[in-house]
């Protein structure tokens, strides 16, 4: 379940990610917060507008809140958390444990139990509490939000609410010294308040401190009078004379069975130091149980840490007051034995019949190694069908299939804090010394290639004796090392074919069956298939695929990531290739993928390219290991085949560095005219990656295309459209002409509407770099015409964004404006760079209407890219320019200044002229530059010796 914080700062986990996710700069962040104190309460946009900005909001503070509203939306789209619209105003709403509410559902427990004469529970309550109350509200935040002072107020009155309730709950469980340490930390902030001073003055004399306990008496005496011109109150004054006559009535722990875990059975394992990554898991689990389930089976393959979390559960309950008793079933005996075994371990009452043993007790019973079984299912169902109040927690590698079992499955460890933490203390504990900063990337990829198994960290931590992380981690990736022990010849350390052996344990039942033919082909791309992909793989085969899939995944060998793919954890996926036959997964993936690709190159160029785009990027990852394999092979018809389909598929989606190295390889690959075409491909991309060189490869290929009178294509049209395009931005105008001519050439050639379009797109650009803008404009409204009735809906959106462009340009923003969003509305999803291009429409056409909260919203957006691997840097450039334009707008010089030489860095970088935004727009900057005079050079340098780091601390500070 997802986690969001706002203690200690606005932070969002997600179980299936390892890092916390992107939450937007401090807007969105503060946003957020006023959704989740409220939810599931639904604050109307006045509301909103009120908690944001207070008794002055901008004039566009309801188009600044539907900006961030939006950008949240995005950054929780991974999550299983929404934004609900609801009768003008918002909700969150989903599965989220959000702290603050967790706090106030434990304060409410602690006041029940305390109530109802159950100290023990109340105190663990208020204890939890406290721990959780630990960080301030929406750090970082605090002077930002109009909202946030009363909020703050708020809550700090619930911690210190907490740590009183936890003084009297400590006190009456007879915890005095607890009791007094509560209560003097109230105390500290609520030096008038009379309670806090009750618990401490009877804590102290509890503890055999009736001296001191009297001086309290007198010093609150005189702080009231003296601050507050008032007396003690009849209670204190009272208190007061039972310490001076040692008339307390002593005070004594909860009975045990209310407060301690179970007089009956075996001492709960201690837990592994440290314990990590697993706190959501238990509190699920313990919720789960303490709701009212009867039996919680904890599945997954051997080594996830399922008996830890068993352990982990029975201590957070046995706080809570409920009586736990713990056993382990023994391996080699059978059913029935193993069962009245682990009663007898568990110090339960001896009985012939373990189902009536088991039944017969009043709270939790862990049953620790439970093999899933017909025997075994028909003992614990007898148990459960008994009269009683019997809880049973079992762990076990699968369900056991009884009526009303909640099976739970254990995940790897996802953050890969919680694994180089684990991996950190596995080494410590042998001895080694770890440095994180030169140790750290190296821990890290350990830990990847282990997918989070905690056996196996533990395991390659322990290798450290012998080998540093580093070292390690370099014979990981030369194929001398494996991560299920050391190979032959090798180093080894003791222990390292555990994790073998419990894979091949885990494998064992499936091995000889449809099931181990799926394993392999699901180990033939470690980042994991899509069904659909699967069942190509698996065509011409008898495989029963559905059937063996539900065995892998009841298994724990399988699992679906979340993009909903199947896929085999690092382990599992190396000892399923040593199985044999790998040669054949390979062939059979690399048929497969070019297969899926032919089969979409049609759909990429239609109406319903997102479509296809969806699809492919559900099995992006085994397209990149079914060509990275066949570069390896130098299997010259799988390459050319997907690169062949998938060249349009890497422009639309913004893969230009991936896509290059490809053309490269394809060229020197093939001969003749496939050559020249794919020379044509590359000298395309090398341009739209504004790499040096593009205009002379181009050039090389266009020419050869001549020479062997290539067809009138898209690639072909495309090639002098880039040719033109290069020549203008270099101001050769004429060269721009001459070769807009030649792709109007062909795109009349070629017949097609789509590619005429396109030329006449092209010959725009040229007029508007010449300088007519108008005559551009006037080009681009023929070219939307026909688009509108018969082009795709890429290509309508790739020139509605050029001509919000020169809209924008000619000081028409607000029609700039109506395109551009016309232009998001209809290109397809997952059009990425397409999509960028869009976005720095939007944010210049309101930059230009002044709108600079609308306009740095949208460029926040934009620059939330920073991470994307096939980010383009002149268009972040591009957008951190309008950025620092709406910051010199507003007066934030010092910032503009940052921003903008950070984007001439970029711009200088890729040798493309600054001058790429309208021309207010940089007139503003000139302007920063002249009220900051000698002090702007300063401010440039920060942000121009480096941009990226520019562009994070303005996505944290915004």
């Given at each position: 379940m997802?986690?969001?914080?706002?203690?200690?700062?606005?932070r969002?986990?997600s179980?299936?990610?390892p890092s916390?996710?992107p939450?937007?700069?401090?807007?969105?962040?503060g946003?957020?917060?006023?959704?989740?104190l409220?939810?599931?309460?639904?604050?109307?946009?006045?509301?909103?507008i009120?908690?944001?900005?207070?008794?002055?909001?901008?004039?566009?503070?309801?188009n600044?809140?539907?900006?961030?509203i939006?950008?949240?939306?995005?950054?929780?789209?991974?999550?299983g958390?929404e934004?609900?619209?609801i009768?003008g105003g918002?909700?969150?709403?989903?599965?989220?444990?959000?702290?603050?509410a967790?706090?106030r559902?434990l304060?409410?427990?602690?006041?029940a139990e305390?109530q109802?004469g159950?100290?023990g529970?109340a105190a663990?309550a208020y204890?939890e509490?406290?721990?959780?109350?630990?960080g301030?509200?929406?750090s970082?935040?605090?002077d930002?939000?109009a909202?946030l002072?009363?909020?703050?107020?708020?809550?700090?009155?619930r911690r210190?609410?907490?740590?009183?309730g936890?003084a009297s709950a400590e006190?009456?469980?007879?915890?005095?010294?607890a009791?007094?340490?509560?209560?003097a930390a109230?105390?500290q902030?609520?030096?008038?308040?009379e309670?806090?001073?009750?618990?401490?003055l009877q804590?102290?004399?509890?503890q055999?401190?009736q001296?001191e306990?009297?001086e309290g008496?007198?010093?609150?005496r005189?702080?009231?009078?003296?601050?507050?011109?008032?007396?003690?109150?009849?209670?204190?004054?009272?208190?007061?004379?039972?310490?001076?006559?040692?008339s307390?009535?002593?005070?004594?722990?909860?009975?045990?069975d209310?407060?301690?875990p179970s007089?009956?059975g075996?001492a709960?394992?201690?837990?592994p130091n440290?314990f990590?990554g697993?706190?959501?898991?238990v509190?699920?689990?313990?919720r789960?149980?303490a709701?009212g389930?009867r039996?919680?089976?904890?599945?997954?393959?051997?080594?996830?840490g399922?008996?830890?979390?068993?352990a982990?559960?029975?201590?957070?309950?046995a706080?809570?007051g409920?009586?736990?008793?713990y056993?382990?079933?023994?391996?080699?005996i059978?059913d029935r034995?193993?069962?009245?075994v682990?009663?007898?371990?568990?110090?339960?009452?001896?009985?012939?019949?373990p189902?009536?043993t088991?039944?017969?007790?009043?709270g939790?019973?862990?049953?620790d190694g439970?093999r899933?079984?017909?025997?075994?299912?028909a003992l614990?169902?007898?148990?459960?069908?008994?009269?009683g109040?019997?809880?049973?927690?079992?762990?076990?590698r699968?369900?056991?299939a009884?009526?009303?079992?909640?099976?739970?499955?254990?995940?790897?460890?996802r953050r890969?804090?919680?694994?180089?933490?684990l991996?950190?203390?596995s080494a410590q504990?042998?001895?080694?010394?770890l440095d994180?900063?030169?140790?750290?990337?190296?821990?890290a990829?350990i830990?990847?290639?282990?997918?989070?198994?905690?056996?196996?960290?533990?395991l390659a931590?322990?290798r450290t004796?012998?080998?540093?992380?580093t070292?390690?981690?370099?014979?990981?990736?030369r194929?001398?090392?494996s991560?299920?022990?050391?190979?032959?010849?090798?180093v080894s350390?003791?222990?390292?074919?555990?994790?073998?052996?419990v894979v091949e344990?885990?494998?064992a039942p499936?091995?000889?069956t449809h099931?181990?033919?799926v394993l392999q082909?699901l180990?033939s791309?470690?980042g994991g298939?899509?069904?659909?992909l699967?069942?190509?793989?698996?065509?011409?085969?008898?495989?029963?695929l559905?059937e063996?899939?539900s065995t892998?995944?009841?298994?724990?060998?399988?699992?679906h990531d979340?993009?909903g793919r199947?896929r085999?954890?690092?382990?599992v996926?190396e000892f399923a290739?040593?199985?044999g036959?790998?040669?054949?997964?390979d062939?059979?993936l690399a048929e497969?993928?070019?297969?899926?690709?032919?089969?979409?190159?049609?759909?990429l160029?239609?109406?319903?390219?997102g479509?296809a785009i969806?699809?492919?990027e559900?099995?992006?990852?085994?397209?990149?290991?079914?060509m990275q394999?066949?570069?390896?092979l130098?299997?010259t018809?799988t390459v050319?085949?997907?690169?062949?389909?998938l060249h349009?598929?890497?422009l639309?989606?913004?893969?230009?560095?991936p896509?290059s190295?490809a053309?490269a390889?394809c060229?020197?690959l093939?001969?003749?005219?496939k050559?020249?075409w794919f020379?044509?491909?590359?000298g395309t991309?090398?341009?739209?990656?504004?790499?040096p060189?593009?205009?002379?490869?181009?050039?090389?290929?266009?020419q050869t295309?001549?020479?062997l009178r290539l067809?009138?294509?898209r690639?072909?049209?495309n090639?002098?459209?880039?040719?033109?395009a290069?020549?203008?931005?270099?101001?050769?105008?004429?060269?721009?002409?001459?070769?807009?001519?030649?792709?109007?050439?062909l795109?009349a050639?070629?017949?097609?509407?789509?590619?005429?379009?396109?030329?006449r797109?092209l010959a725009?650009f040229?007029?508007?770099?010449?300088g007519d803008?108008?005559?551009?404009?006037?080009?681009?409204l023929?070219?939307?015409?026909?688009?509108?009735?018969?082009?795709?809906?890429?290509?309508?959106?790739?020139?509605?964004v050029?001509?919000?462009d020169d809209?924008a340009?000619?000081?028409r923003p607000?029609?700039?404006?109506a395109?551009?969003?016309?232009?998001?509305?209809?290109?397809?999803?997952g059009a990425?760079?397409?999509?960028?291009?869009?976005l720095?429409g939007?944010g210049q056409a309101?930059?230009?209407?002044?709108?600079?909260a609308a306009a740095?919203?949208?460029?926040?957006?934009?620059?939330a890219?920073i991470d994307?691997?096939n980010?383009?840097?002149?268009a972040?450039?591009d957008?951190l320019t309008?950025l620092?334009?709406?910051?010199?707008?507003?007066?934030?010089d010092?910032?503009?200044?940052?921003?903008s030489?950070?984007?001439?860095?970029?711009?200088a970088?890729?040798?493309v002229?600054?001058?790429?935004?309208a021309?207010p727009?940089r007139?503003?900057?000139?302007s920063?530059a002249e009220?900051?005079a000698?002090s702007h050079?300063?401010?440039?340098a920060?942000?121009?010796t480096d941009?990226?780091?520019t562009?994070?601390r303005l996505?944290?500070?915004?």
């Open positions: 997802d986690e969001l914080y706002l203690l200690g700062g606005v969002l986990t179980p299936g990610s916390q996710l939450l937007g700069g401090a807007q969105q962040q946003l957020l917060a006023m959704l989740a409220a939810s599931p309460r639904a604050l109307t946009v006045s509301q909103l009120d908690g944001l900005w207070g008794s002055s909001p901008p004039r566009s503070a309801r600044a809140i539907q900006v961030r939006n950008g949240l939306r995005k950054s929780l789209a991974p999550t958390l934004i609900e619209t009768a918002y909700a969150l709403r989903g599965q989220v444990v959000i702290d603050t967790r706090v559902t304060l409410e427990r602690g006041r305390f109802a159950r100290p529970r663990a204890r509490a406290t721990e959780l109350c630990r301030a509200l929406c970082g935040l605090e930002h939000f909202f002072p009363a909020a703050v107020a708020e809550f700090d009155a210190v609410d907490a740590l009183l936890s006190l009456a469980n007879g915890s005095p010294e009791a007094a340490a509560s209560a109230v105390l902030e609520r030096p008038y308040d309670t806090a001073w009750s618990v401490h804590a102290l004399y509890h055999g401190r001296v306990a009297l008496c007198r010093r609150l005189r702080i009231l009078s003296e601050e507050l011109g008032i007396d003690p109150g009849r209670a204190i004054r009272s208190l007061e004379q039972d310490i001076l006559n040692h307390l009535p002593p005070v004594l722990p909860e009975p045990m209310q407060s301690s007089e009956a075996a709960l394992p201690e837990l440290p990590v697993r706190e959501a898991l509190e699920r689990v313990a789960t149980i709701d389930a039996l919680v089976t904890l599945v997954g393959m051997g080594g996830m399922k008996s830890v979390v068993a982990a559960v029975g201590r957070r309950l706080e809570q409920i009586r736990v008793a056993g382990t079933i023994p391996s080699e059978d034995s193993a069962l009245f682990a009663c007898q371990s568990a110090g339960l009452p001896a009985n012939n019949d189902a009536l088991l039944a017969s007790f009043d939790l019973v862990i049953l439970v899933a079984g017909p025997i075994i299912a614990i169902g007898a148990a459960l069908g008994q009269p109040h019997l809880r049973l927690l079992v762990t076990s699968e369900a056991l009884i009526p009303a079992e909640y099976a739970i499955r254990v995940e790897p460890l890969v804090e919680d694994s180089a933490q991996f950190i203390a504990r042998r001895g080694a010394e994180p900063a030169r140790d750290g990337a190296a821990i990829e830990c990847a290639r282990l997918d989070g198994i905690p056996l196996g960290i533990e931590g322990a004796r012998v080998m540093s992380p070292q390690f981690a370099e014979r990981l990736r194929g001398e090392a991560v299920l022990g050391a190979r032959r010849g090798g350390a003791a222990g390292t074919a555990d994790l073998k052996r344990d885990a494998i499936v091995l000889g099931g181990e033919v082909l180990a791309c470690s298939l899509s069904l659909d699967l069942e190509r793989l698996a065509e011409g085969r008898d495989l029963l559905e063996s899939l892998l995944l009841d298994r724990g060998l399988c699992q979340d993009d199947l085999l954890s690092g382990p996926a290739r040593g199985l036959h790998s040669h054949d997964a062939s059979a497969a993928t070019a297969q899926l690709a032919e089969s979409l190159v049609d759909q160029q239609s109406s319903s390219a479509l969806e699809r492919l559900g099995d992006s990852a085994a397209l990149d290991v079914a394999r066949a570069f390896e130098g299997d018809k050319t085949r997907l690169t062949t389909s349009r598929y890497w639309m989606t913004g893969r230009l560095v896509a190295r053309l390889r060229v020197e093939t001969s003749g005219a050559s020249a020379q044509l491909l590359q991309f090398a341009g739209y990656r504004h790499q060189e593009a205009f002379e490869l181009l050039a090389g290929a266009l295309a001549q020479d067809p009138p294509d690639v072909h049209v090639a002098w459209c880039t040719y033109s290069l020549a203008a931005e270099s101001e050769a105008i004429e060269t721009a002409l001459c070769a807009a001519d030649q792709a109007r050439e795109a050639l070629s017949g097609s509407p789509e590619l005429i379009s396109l030329a797109d725009a040229v007029r508007g770099k010449s803008t108008q005559v551009a404009l006037d080009l681009r023929e070219c939307l015409a026909e688009l509108r009735t018969s082009g795709t809906a890429y290509d309508l959106a790739a020139v509605l050029n001509a919000a809209l340009q000619l000081g607000a029609e700039g404006l395109f551009a969003d016309e232009a998001l509305v209809v290109m397809p999803p990425t760079r397409l999509a960028t291009a869009g720095l939007r309101q930059a230009l209407l002044r709108d600079t740095e919203g949208t460029c926040l957006a934009m620059l890219g994307d691997p980010r383009d840097p002149v972040l450039a957008g309008i620092a334009a709406c910051l010199a707008m507003r007066g934030d010092q910032r503009a200044a940052r921003a030489a950070a984007a001439t860095t970029w711009y970088e890729n040798d002229s600054p001058e790429r935004v021309a727009l007139a503003e900057l000139a920063c009220r900051l000698s050079a300063t401010y440039g920060l942000g121009a941009p990226e780091a562009v994070r996505l944290g500070t915004m």
